[in-house]
Antibody, heavy 119, light 108 residues
């Protein structure tokens, strides 16, 4: 069965960096677009970024463009999100998701990892 | 970007009752690329409905979706206690993909 397990969250000061990872299993990883979606405490869902399956095409929300970088390693079935210049408003739970079709339809979700940006 | 507005904010119903949740888009959602997700307390979201009306794998048939263009509805035909959750609609027709603010379903 499809499993997605995020890691790498934690407490970081404003302006700092963090690298999230998502370990995937139970499917052919390179066949699927993957996304990161976040949820601020007590708030709704916000799509952050997605990456295509095998060719390195990526897209970002305006709120993170130029600060976050999504990447994947198809040999290790892993997805990453490098987060730089972090802001207080980046605080939340970050979910990785396997997308259906060409991206944006989030078919399977991990359990999430909490990122807290605070001084 | 396409703004999705969900109503009501909270729905409080008894087990066995019918729940009707609304999602209205600020622009037409072409190809009916509209999805519904369920998020139970303390859990990750789960895909319920895609393409406005197709149920995802393993979703009970008491959940149904309909609608087109700018008006969409999720119906839970007979509420069960485990349906306590926040339900989000999402459009995935145009970048950026956007979510509604959610409807909380409470069980009396």
């Amino acid at each position: 069965q499809v499993q997605l397990v995020e890691s790498g969250g934690g407490l970081v000061k404003p302006g700092g960096s963090l690298r999230l990872s998502c370990a995937a299993s139970g499917f052919t990883f390179s066949d699927y677009y993957m996304s990161w979606i976040r949820q601020a405490p007590g708030k709704g869902l916000e799509w952050v970024s997605y990456i295509s399956g095998s060719s390195p095409y990526a897209n970002y929300a305006d709120s993170v463009k130029g600060r976050f970088t999504i990447s994947r390693d198809n040999t290790k079935n892993s997805l990453h999100l490098q987060m730089d210049s972090l802001r207080v408003e980046d605080t939340g739970v970050y979910y990785c998701a396997r997308d259906r079709g060409g991206g944006w339809l989030h078919e399977h979700w991990g359990q999430g990892t909490l990122v807290t940006v605070s001084s | 970007e396409i703004v999705l507005t969900q109503s009501p904010g909270t729905l409080s119903l008894s087990p066995g009752e019918r729940a009707t949740l609304s999602c209205r888009a600020s622009q037409s959602v072409s190809s009916n690329y509209l999805a519904w997700y369920q998020q139970k307390p303390g859990q990750a979201p789960r895909l319920l409905i895609y393409g406005a009306s197709s149920r995802a794998t393993g979703i009970p048939d008491r959940f149904s979706g309909r609608g087109s263009e700018t008006d969409f509805t999720l119906t839970i035909s007979r509420l069960e206690p485990e349906d306590l959750a926040i339900y989000y609609c999402q459009q995935y027709t145009r970048t950026p993909p956007t979510f509604g603010q959610g409807t909380k379903v409470e069980i009396k």
